[in-house]
């Protein structure tokens, strides 16, 4: 089993690493799936804050996947316009399992005609974007699963869409396992008062008041 996660310029560090590192510790802790990365031309890839990744393969190099992970960040705007990334989403998302995306990645999956008729999320900021793309049905949730289809909100509601997925794809307690390993356990703190702005998603209004 592979799990692919895709790399692309300006692409949002915590849209990436959140998940490869829930994904990897399936892989290191509860017998999950190979692990790599791909991008357009494989090789280093500069991040949207700077970080620098290098991919593992190139599309071209790249096997079919089991599963896709495609994050967002400000850039998959302009990626979802660049046909080489949205072709090769399209084409790997035809033997894949499950494609999920993260944050504004939602709107690469868009562009490869994976949200067709189906309910999707992304970041708050970019709510009204989706929202105005025809056949999807907007849901403002932390993550949304529509078949093999799984959106998530923001950055790091990544590391939640993956540990969702994992316990749907191989049982709570290989999810257990990943959780417990990686320390992953919120503790429900909320600072401010800046989530509860009429731009912000629903669900983030639906959260216990500031301490």
């Not at 599309?59 to 079919?64: G, L």
């Not at 504004?104 to 999956?109: C, F, K, S, V």
């Given at each position: 089993?592979?799990f692919g996660?895709?790399v692309?310029?300006g692409?949002?560090?915590?849209?990436?690493?959140?998940p490869?590192e829930?994904?990897?510790?399936?892989r290191?802790?509860a017998?999950?799936?190979?692990?790599?990365?791909?991008?357009e031309t494989?090789?280093?890839?500069?991040?949207?804050k700077g970080?620098?990744?290098?991919?593992?393969l190139s599309?071209?190099?790249?096997?079919?996947l089991?599963?896709?992970l495609v994050?967002?960040?400000?850039a998959a705007l302009?990626e979802?316009?660049n046909?080489?990334?949205?072709?090769?989403?399209?084409?790997?998302?035809?033997?894949?399992?499950?494609?999920?995306?993260?944050c504004?990645?939602?709107?690469?999956?868009e562009a490869?005609g994976l949200?067709?008729?189906?309910r999707?999320?992304?970041?708050w900021?970019?709510?009204a974007?989706l929202?105005?793309?025809?056949?999807?049905?907007v849901?403002?949730?932390?993550?949304?699963?529509?078949?093999n289809?799984?959106?998530?909100?923001g950055?790091?509601?990544?590391i939640d869409?993956?540990?969702?997925?994992i316990?749907d794809?191989?049982?709570a307690?290989?999810?257990?396992?990943v959780q417990h390993?990686?320390?992953?356990?919120?503790?429900?703190?909320?600072?401010?008062?800046a989530?509860?702005?009429d731009?912000?998603?629903?669900y983030?209004?639906r959260?216990?008041?500031?301490?």
């Open positions: 089993m592979r996660f895709l692309y310029p692409v949002e560090e915590l849209d990436l690493v959140g490869w829930m994904a990897t510790m399936w290191s802790y017998k999950g799936p190979e692990c790599l990365t791909v991008s494989g090789g280093a890839t500069a991040c949207a970080l620098k990744i290098a991919a593992d599309f071209e190099a790249c096997p079919a089991d599963y896709l994050p967002g960040g400000f302009e979802a316009r046909p080489r990334l949205v072709g090769f989403v399209a084409a790997q998302a035809r033997s894949c399992r499950h494609v999920l995306s993260v504004t990645g939602a709107l690469i999956l490869a949200l067709k008729g189906r999707a999320t992304t970041h900021k970019l709510l974007g929202r105005a793309l025809p056949e999807v049905t849901v403002e949730e932390r993550f949304v699963r529509d078949g289809i799984w959106t998530s909100a950055v790091s509601a990544g869409l993956t540990l969702a997925f316990a794809e191989a049982g307690e290989a999810a257990s396992i390993n990686a320390e992953y356990f919120p503790d429900g703190r909320i600072y401010g008062t989530h509860q702005g731009a912000s998603s629903a983030f209004r959260l216990p008041p500031t301490a």
